[in-house]
Structures are given as structure tokens and as C-alpha cells.
């Protein structure tokens, strides 16, 4: 696990190349396109490594076009501005010419303020939930679509997403963090965080009808992604992500989640609109998931 998280952070560890330029690699070349949440972690890195001060407070970002994971990503950033309490940034990245994904992302010098939050779920702890194994060939999970190798160690509380039987539930809850630290750049944390942000979300649309994300009538894929840090945190301590779909409509599904530490903090905030299509001509026969029927 260990190996793991040091290829993790090597990941983050963009290579500066120009003024406002960064490069980045992938971990999978294997991959049929990059991971999103790769891309949308590394272009935070990318941004907040032209910040003096402050710390990641909101991202916002637009995947444009499928990564190849076998070639570098350039990121380039635009300092849109730099103020006393507010810094924006903008970042592009650029693979063989095109833009494949657009961030805008707000770092914040903390100040003292009004604080409430609603209460954490109650969930079982992370000690007391067995991990979920590795997945054999005959569950048709690649190790790329699988948190572990990527270093993180994760416990689902709800029932595993290949194991899905049909019976659909309300939301997705599992608790993750890195398998080992990550140091103290609180950057690398939110970084962290916000890759591990896409590995489920489109998954908590899936399970409103009870489907697999394996089901062979379904594709999916992200299409925006955003985050709002309330706290500083780490993600080498436990983190409860809970998360659900409120809607979907179109081929377009919204995700909403929310992290918290394992004190019951809210330390982040994320919405996702993924892309749900069902293939023409694969029969969608999971019971009770009638496109279009109310939840």
C-alpha cells in the first residue's frame, strides 16, 4: 500500500515546464481514457502550486474530451487574479493540441465566521467493516476501475457496486483515506480528496435503480465535477464519503456528496453531472428500473 501511495504522490508531482505550465503523467497506461478524477486533482495541484497564500476553498470544472492515458497532460494556468482574502485561478489541459478539461478554482486566506453544519450520518466505523477484497476476473472489475490500486483504502458501508441485485437504494456510503501519509501540504490532501471524489459518484445514479456500474446497458462518464472545501483536512485519516442522485433526466445524472472526517466534521461538499446512457439494443432488465419512473 505504501508502493501505492508514493506512485499517488508521484502523480501529483507535476513537473513545472514553462512559467504557468505544468506537465503530469498517468499511473494506468492500461486504461481505455484517463481517470477523471486524475485530471481534476492534477490540475489542482497545478493551480494551487502559483498561490502564495490561501487554501482551496471551491473548484468548478468541465471534462471536454477523453484523456489518453498514454501521453502527457499539459496544464496551464491563468492567474486571473490575486487579492488580500481571494485568489482565482484557470486551468487548461492540453493533450496532442485539444483541451480535454477546464477548471476554475478559488483558494481563500481563512477568516473568523458563523459555523453550523448538519449532523454526520450515523454509520457503522470504518474498524468495524471488513474491506471489500479484491475482485475477481468473474466480477468483471478491472484493477483501474478499483479504488485500491491507487493506494487508498476503502469500506463500503452500503452494499459493494458490482454486487448490486436490482433493489434500489437512496445513497452510496463508504469511508476511505490514503493507505499511508501523505505528508503535510495541505494541497496534496484536497488533491487527494478530489481524485478519489470521481472514483463512485456516478455509481450513487446507478444504485437509485439498483444497477451495476458493470451492466452492460449502461455507459457512463463524468461531465463536470464540483467541490467545495469547508475545513482543512487530511486524507490519511478516515473520511466518510455519502453521496446520492437527486435527479436524472436526458442521459444526464445529478450526484451530490458529501466528506466528513471521522469526527463527524463536514469538511467537503461535491456535485457531479454524469452521463448515464443506455445502449441501443442491450435489454435494460434490472427489476424496478424503468427509465423514467419517480424514486
Known sequence: MGVQVAELLHLLDLEPIEVNIFRGVSLDEDRLRVFGGQVAAQALVAAGRTVATGRIHSLHSYFLRPGDPRSPILYEVDRIRDGRSFTT???????????????????????EGLEHQDHAPTVPRPEDLEPPGRPGPDDGVTPSSYPEPY???????????????????????????????????????????TFAS??????????????????????????????????????????LYDHRSPVAHGARGL???????????????????????????VPFDAPGTRPGAPR
Open 89 to 111: 485561478r484557470r486551468v487548461v489541459a492540453i493533450q496532442h493540441g485539444e483541451a480535454i478539461f477546464n477548471l476554475q478554482c478559488s483558494f481563500h486566506v481563512d477568516e
Open 151 to 193: 493506494g487508498l483504502e476503502v469500506r463500503f458501508v452500503t452494499e459493494l457496486p458490482w454486487d448490486r441485485d436490482g433493489e434500489p437504494h437512496d445513497r452510496e456510503q463508504l469511508w476511505l483515506r490514503a493507505g499511508s501519509s501523505l505528508g503535510d501540504d495541505l494541497l496534496v490532501h484536497a488533491a487527494v480528496c
Open 198 to 239: 470521481d472514483l463512485t459518484l456516478v455509481d450513487s445514479i446507478l444504485q437509485r435503480h439498483g444497477v451495476s456500474p458493470l451492466h452492460p446497458a449502461v455507459a457512463g462518464a463524468s461531465l463536470d465535477h464540483c467541490m467545495w472545501f469547508h475545513r482543512a483536512f487530511r486524507a490519511d485519516g478516515w473520511l
Open 255 to 281: 450526484a451530490q456528496g458529501a466528506v466528513y472526517d471521522a469526527g463527524g466534521l463536514h469538511v467537503a461538499s461535491v456535485v457531479q453531472e454524469g452521463l448515464v446512457r443506455l445502449r441501443p439494443g
